[in-house]
């Protein structure tokens, strides 16, 4: 790793851990897109958990909201719809004070707008189980079987396409290729022009400067044409018998033939988000985590049966959404704390999954961990991940696959991370693969 971005680093961490303390309690923000990026925002959550953990902040750049930080409360405001309500938006999105004036917040998964516009996401039920069960199929164990061996040679097909002894970037060239090619399968998205999905991906949950585009004006041509691809999908799809790919199941399900483009367009940017970010920022970061724990990369080398739960323990250490937020519908005494009705009230998975009365040494990455699947990153209840098996599946396979022809990927330099407070993953991964098996 270059020295200097390693001491700018190590200082940025020392300052907000600093900042975490020193702050009084009363104004305390853990939301930071910079701390995120920096990977200095464990502290915020680390001093929550010891001395709050149902928190107040009353103003940040995301306005007020409730701060849940402890894995059992998590559990109790994930699993109670009835109170903590998705139809008001599953984000913080930030105040519009804050917001460039030529920006506006289109309607998107961690906006909110209304019953016959959301994606199931941004839904209680009904609406919510209705349209989840209309797409569930594509994602259950008999679809993922038919699935697995397309993914296995994709993956090998990719893993065989990389340099040898040359610096790339693991993110562009594995990660992003692999879960937009699964995305398109699941989609049947004209393959060649799959990297349309990676950048539509990229401009939903990217800051300014961070993705494909710079201003909003940028933003929305892009978001406008990705709508009119997919409306032309559907109009395909419409006018073909029923089909299994997702298009088709949204455009023939009786839960959502009769959508609104604008809901059938807020479905589709649910699944692009859900299906591509998150299983992408895991698979770079399964490289990180054991690259920065050589011991666990050498015992997963020998025991390449530790492979799935290797995938879990990434899953719960990378935490790919670092929360999902609900609004109170009415007041609700929590843990002793008023949280009052129309309070914005967010669950931080991220800290959760850190939590020592729940899981033993949690900051430690460790693949043999008893019970890997103990984590909170793909949520609980009605919401909980509806792809949650098919992002192992993807993991499970290119792991496979990398064993068997790469005795090491080695990171060059600390990556570049994410600047967000909800997607916490990796812009780019620089790494080399010295030679083959
Ligand atoms: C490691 C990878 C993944 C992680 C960490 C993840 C995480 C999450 C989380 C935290 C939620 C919300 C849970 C809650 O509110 O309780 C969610 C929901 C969802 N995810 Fe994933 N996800 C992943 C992969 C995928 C994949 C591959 C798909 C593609 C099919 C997908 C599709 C969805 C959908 C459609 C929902 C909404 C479910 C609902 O509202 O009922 N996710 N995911």
């Not at 851990?17 to 464990?42: G, I, K, M, Q």
């Not at 992003?176 to 949950?205: H, N, Y």
């Not at 020592?356 to 209840?381: C, K, M, T, W």
């Amino acid at each position: 790793m270059a020295d200097g971005v390693a001491d700018i680093l190590s200082d940025k961490r020392a300052l907000a851990r600093r900042r975490a303390y020193e702050t009084p309690l009363e104004t305390l923000n853990p939301a930071w897109a910079s701390a995120f990026r920096d990977d200095a925002h464990w502290p915020y959550f680390e001093r929550l958990r010891a001395e709050d953990p149902v928190h107040w902040t009353p103003d940040s750049n995301y306005g007020a909201f409730w701060s849940i930080t402890k894995y059992h409360d998590i559990m109790a405001v994930d699993t109670n719809h009835q109170v903590f309500s998705s139809a008001l938006g599953i984000g913080l999105p930030p105040k519009a004070s804050v917001l460039p004036p030529d920006a506006f917040l289109e309607r998107e998964i961690d906006a909110g707008g209304s019953e016959d516009s959301n994606s199931f996401i941004n839904m209680d039920p009904p609406g919510h189980d209705i349209q989840r069960k209309t797409v569930s199929p594509v994602v259950a164990p008999a679809n993922l079987q038919t699935m697995a061996p397309v993914i296995r040679e994709r993956a090998g097909a990719i893993l065989d396409s990389l340099p040898i002894g040359e610096p790339f970037d693991w993110v562009d060239l594995v990660s992003k290729e692999l879960t937009t090619m699964t995305l398109a399968t699941l989609f049947d998205f004209p393959f060649e022009e799959r990297r349309k999905l990676t950048m539509w991906s990229d401009t939903m949950t990217t800051a300014p400067g961070h993705g494909p585009w710079n201003t909003y004006a940028e933003r929305r041509q892009l978001l406008a044409d990705c709508r009119a691809y997919f409306i032309d999908l559907w109009n395909q799809r419409v006018n073909a018998p029923p089909a299994g790919d997702l298009i088709s199941m949204l455009a023939h399900g009786p839960a959502t033939r009769g959508s609104s483009m604008d809901q059938y367009f807020s479905n589709v940017t649910l699944l692009i988000i859900g299906g591509n970010d998150t299983t992408r920022n895991t698979i770079s970061g399964s490289i990180f985590a054991l690259n920065r724990n050589p011991d666990q990369y050498a015992k997963l080398r020998a025991n390449p049966e530790l492979i799935p739960s290797m995938v879990s323990e990434t899953i719960r250490w990378q935490t790919p959404l670092a929360h999902m937020a609900r609004t109170a519908l009415q007041d609700f005494e929590f843990r002793g704390k008023q949280i009052k009705k129309g309070d914005r009230v967010v669950m931080w998975y991220v800290s959760g999954n850190r939590d020592d009365e729940v899981i033993d040494n949690p900051y430690a990455y460790l693949i043999d961990r008893p019970h890997p699947r103990q984590h909170l990153s793909f949520g609980f209840g009605i919401h909980r991940c509806v792809g949650n098996r098919l992002a192992e599946l993807q993991l499970t396979i290119i792991w496979e696959e990398i064993l068997k022809r790469f005795p090491d990927i080695r990171l060059l330099e600390e990556p570049r991370r994410s600047y967000s407070i909800f997607i916490k993953g990796y812009e780019q991964m620089q790494v080399i693969i010295p030679s083959r098996n």
